[in-house]
């Protein structure tokens, strides 16, 4: 009985421990972050962009969707071999998305245009094709 005794707390300890991330890969708000098909899903936290490396299979049309899970105002912005295109700002929780049309394929810049968040590390790179 004594050993169930000494079970019982660490066991109550244990359950209460775990992420809301809701699972492998996930955000703290359920989203998937990643390529799927033609959009590409970016967590932006305080300060950094999940995936921060992005591969895309080819050239073409692909719409960014950032979700913010961080305390302050950001914004994605896409940039590169005459692209240059970026979303509205969004709070924590907030939702946006843009379209980017990649004419060739090569290295792209991703990072928030706000303030000095990008040289906090708030930046990454797309590969296209």
């Known amino acids: 009985m004594r050993k169930l005794m000494l079970l019982i707390p660490a066991a109550v300890l244990l359950a209460g421990c775990g992420g ?3 699972g492998a890969g996930q955000g703290q708000l359920g989203e998937n972050p990643g390529v799927k098909g033609t ?3 970016v967590i ?3 300060f950094t962009l999940t995936p921060d490396a992005i591969k895309l299979p080819k050239p073409g049309t692909y719409t960014f969707k950032a979700v913010n899970e961080g305390a302050q105002t950001h914004n994605l912005e896409v940039e590169g071999k005459g692209v240059e295109e970026k979303g509205t700002n969004i709070g924590f929780g907030e939702k ?3 379209k980017v ?3 060739k394929a090569g290295d792209y810049e991703i ?3 706000l303030d ?12 296209v094709g």
């Not at 040289?119 to 797309?126: L, P, S």
């Open 111 to 113: 990072y928030c245009p």
């Open 44 to 46: 932006e936290k305080d």
């Open 101 to 103: 049309t990649f004419k």
């Open 96 to 98: 946006m998305s843009f």
């Open 39 to 41: 959009i590409v899903t």
């Open 20 to 22: 809301g991330g809701g």
């Open 116 to 127: 000095d968040h990008r040289t906090f590390g708030m930046e990454g790179t797309i590969t």
